[in-house]
């Protein structure tokens, strides 16, 4: 996403807006909950056991993978490191 950021001069600058940090330590339990649902599930906005594709792992349903993030016991790229390395070669 870009912006465009009035100089004193008038003039503008173009830039990109900074996404803030998915960090655990940077992020509360309330502020994960709201990351997770809405990586899940922003597209359509509802919540369909059916977009839950994980359960042909035998995963369950997929917001129980980042259940650890919620609680901030692991970061999403160790959740999704461990997810995906049966299929990493």
Same mark, same amino acid.
């Given at each position: ?7 004193? +001069?008038?003039s503008t =600058?173009? @830039?990109? =807006?900074?996404m =803030?940090? !998915?960090l655990?330590?940077?992020t509360?339990?309330e502020?994960?909950e709201?990351?997770?649902?809405q990586?899940?599930? @922003?597209? $359509?906005?509802?919540? $369909?056991?059916? $977009?839950?594709? $994980? +359960?042909?792992r ?5 917001e129980?993978i980042?259940?650890p993030?919620?609680?901030? !016991?692991?970061?999403?790229s ?8 049966p299929?990493?070669?």
């Amino acid at each position: 996403m870009t912006f465009e950021a009035a100089r004193s +001069d008038g003039s503008t =600058k173009r @830039g990109r =807006k900074s996404m =803030k940090s !998915l960090l655990i330590q940077d992020t509360t339990r309330e502020e994960r909950e709201n990351i997770v649902h809405q990586a899940l599930w @922003g597209a $359509c906005g509802i919540d $369909c056991e059916f $977009c839950s594709g $994980c +359960d042909n792992r035998g995963g369950g349903r997929i917001e129980s993978i980042y259940q650890p993030y919620i609680d901030g !016991l692991k970061e999403i790229s160790e959740i999704n490191a461990e997810y995906h390395a049966p299929f990493v070669r």
